[in-house]
């Protein structure tokens, strides 16, 4: 596998979903409180990164990818944060500021090198009739800039709404642009038609509405689904198991984009023989974000003309980096360019 990470700059990626605002208070715990037998954390500092698709957008644009988002938030201080962080960021945001939301905020208490507590601000419900056109207006009048679409799904209402990932993702086959959708919940009828959907283990079983053991099992389920809800790919994230593959063609036959624009809709490519990628044996010390970085790194190889099977490959690699880092954090290209040496 041949990869230039100095293509990525070349690329431009709409993200779409909930965004969120992540706090992380650091502290260090010495004793138990006499109050409740709960530890005391003397707090040192707070930090603040982008969460949830605004994480997927960090993580393409510390790939050097030109990256948007669009995300729904509450006409709050919380809210500002993020677009003055989107800014930092080189980030270009189509934020839209609603008082009927609150801007959804995670603060996470940390100490003794671990997670002990999450405090959770959100207000969870779909999008007004007015507001949700007002959001496919704006995505109609951008959409060809891009040339890949990430739907980050937290079930926090945006895309959970009526008809408006049904409407993205037709809009996005009908210009033949990927999107892919980082799922979240059992109904998958609102992604159907999309180019990939990757799910974690426990997001399948759900789905599927069984427990998947074994890895024969794993893959005639991820068929099932692919075929059931009519994607082009599914890709499996496992943890420590890696992840699982299924796809329509073989895209290592020619440039993924015009491949997938060349091949579109044709049943013969259906039901290519799935894809076991191994993952790599590292220390874990958190695994909030890992499917971020998945996505993002998926997105941005296909971007530049990897193979779906590539693409996955480098994505699974990245992932073994974030896992290893504290609190929600992106890979970066220099960090990805050591993993793919390695």
């Known amino acids: 596998m041949k990869i230039n990470l100095n293509d990525f700059e070349k690329s431009k990626i709409l993200v779409i979903g909930d965004i969120m605002l992540d706090c992380y208070l650091w502290g260090k715990v010495e004793r138990i409180s006499p109050e409740a ?30 990256t948007d988002i669009m995300a729904i938030c509450g006409d709050d201080g919380a809210g500002g944060q993020l677009k003055e962080m989107l800014e930092a960021n080189q980030i270009t945001s189509h934020l839209i500021f609603d008082d009927a939301h609150l801007t959804i905020s995670k603060t996470r208490i940390m100490a003794l090198e671990q997670q002990l507590l999450r405090i959770d601000e959100e207000r969870i419900h779909a999008l007004s009739y007015d507001l949700k056109e007002a959001v496919l207006s704006k995505i109609k009048s951008i959409i060809n800039r891009y040339q890949a679409v990430i739907l980050s799904d937290y079930g926090k209402g945006f895309l ?34 999309a180019t990939c959907v990757t799910p974690n283990s426990a997001e399948l079983n759900i789905v599927a509405d069984e427990v998947i053991e074994t890895e024969q099992e794993l893959i005639e389920t991820s068929e099932r689904i692919r ?41 013969e490519h259906q039901n290519q023989t799935p894809l076991l990628i191994p993952t790599q044996a590292r220390q874990v010390y958190d695994v909030s974000g890992a499917g971020d970085t998945v996505i993002a790194v998926l997105a941005a190889g296909i971007s530049i003309g990897l193979s779906f099977e590539d693409a996955a490959a480098v994505a699974n690699k ?18 990805l360019k050591e993993v793919l040496m390695n």
């Open 37 to 66: 037998p709960v530890p005391i954390v003397q707090s040192l500092k707070r930090t603040y990164m982008l969460g949830g698709a605004g994480n997927v957008a960090l993580n393409l644009a510390s790939l050097g990818c030109q």
């Open 318 to 335: 990245a992932a073994g980096v974030v896992v290893g880092k504290l609190g929600t954090q992106p890979i970066t290209k220099d960090e």
């Open 160 to 193: 959970k709404t009526p008809e408006i990932t049904e409407s993205i993702i037709s809009l996005c086959r009908e210009i033949k642009i990927s999107v892919l959708v980082d799922p979240k919940g059992k109904d998958w009828e609102r992604y159907q038609h």
């Open 227 to 267: 075929n059931q809800y009519q994607l082009d790919w599914l890709l499996v994230t496992r943890g420590a198991k890696g992840m699982c593959l299924t796809g329509r063609y073989n895209s290592k036959e020619k440039n993924t984009n015009s491949y997938y624009k060349d091949n579109f809709g044709k049943k």
